[in-house]
Each structure stands twice: as C-alpha cells, then as structure tokens.
C-alpha cells in the first residue's frame, strides 16, 4: 500500500534542481531500486536519501513543513519504486540510440552509482548468500560492459554492431535485476517496507 503519492518525474526533477542535487533522477531511482534489493536491513531511506549529495552537503531544511514536503515527495518516489520491486516490474529507463555516448555514459553511472551503489548502501561487508554476491558482481561488469562499448564506439566501431550489443546489454541488466528481485527481495517482501524513520 502507498503511503506517498510520488509527484511524478517532471516535479521530481524540479525539486532535486531546487535542492541542487548532483544526483540525476535516473540515478536516484535506480539507488533506491538498489537499496530495496539490499540484504542490508538496516539501511534506511532516509541514508539513501543524503547520499544523493556529497558528504556534509545535504540542503538544510529551514522548517518541519519544508522538512516534512522534502521526505514526502521523495518517499512517494521510494513507495513506487517499492511497488515496483514488489511486481518485479524494474526496467531502464528508455533512451535515445542518438547520442550513444552519452547512452552509455547515463546506463554506467546508472547501474554503478545507482543500483550497486544503493545494493551496499555505503557498507563494504554485508552478509549474503554466495550466489546473490555473484549477482551484484556481475551487475558492476554489465555496467563495465558500457564502458567497453563507449570505447569501441570513441575508436569507429560499427554503430550498428555496437547498438546491438547494447540492446543485449540492457536486457541482460533487467534480467540480472528480476533474477535478484524474485530470488533475494520476494521471499521476505513484507518484511521491507520501510518507513522514513
């Protein structure tokens, strides 16, 4: 059950520009798509939350209401991103074959800094299965893989090729994630909900 109706991305992007957030949105959402994921029960929204900016960098809220407005819109996000998680329904966000620079540029920070980021919520040691440990891995290798097509692209490669492999990258990140989300977070879904406290 949603306790935060999320604000949507146009807003949301406004308030984390108002709040000059370093962060970007897909990032944001994938960091919480991440911590969802996480074994780390002890990892709380609110941690996430200010490692969107640098260390000793959070906006200083000025009163309870802006406070309360501040949490509110960004748990209406963490809340959707829950349900989401909870369907297993997590997909990359859509993005143009255009600039395939700044595609993979967006997708590695995305899944390094956001998902795998989020997955270990500032802990370098958390107890897990050997098997979802695997998994985390090979999510920072999919992300490598990014990189490794953002090289061959930067020395004329086939744009074609390359935007084949891409396409295979991005559905082997999904899948990796699903996997995650149906054998790790399913099983103990009702146990995640957490609040903003």
């Known amino acids: 059950m949603q306790e935060n109706k999320y604000i949507g ?26 911590a969802i994921c996480s074994p780390n029960l002890e990892l709380r929204p ?4 200010s490692s969107f900016w640098p260390s000793g960098k959070a906006p200083r809220l000025q009163t309870k209401d802006e406070a309360d407005l501040f949490f509110k ?8 991103i829950f349900e989401r998680v909870k369907n297993n329904k997590i997909k990359l966000e859509k993005l143009s074959y255009k600039d395939l620079f700044e595609y993979f540029e967006r997708r590695f920070v995305c899944i390094e800094q956001g998902f795998v980021e989020g ?6 040691d958390i107890k897990m299965p050997a098997y979802l440990a695997k998994l985390i891995d090979s999510m920072s290798e999919l992300s490598g893989a990014y990189s490794g097509l953002n090289y061959k692209l930067a020395k004329g490669g086939n744009k074609e090729e390359i935007t084949t492999a891409l396409k ?3 559905a082997m990140v999904e899948k990796t994630i699903a996997y995650i989300i149906e054998k ?14």
């Open 168 to 170: 295979s990258v991005d």
């Open 73 to 80: 819109f960004f748990m209406g996000l963490w809340d959707d």
């Open 184 to 197: 790790s977070v399913l099983p103990r879904i009702e146990s995640l909900q957490r609040t903003v406290n």
């Open 119 to 124: 997955f270990w919520g500032g802990n370098t």
């Open 9 to 34: 991305d146009e807003k949301m992007i406004k308030m984390l520009e108002h709040y000059k957030c370093p962060t970007p949105l897909d990032v944001v959402k994938m960091r919480f798509v991440g």
């Open 46 to 49: 609110t941690d996430v939350i």
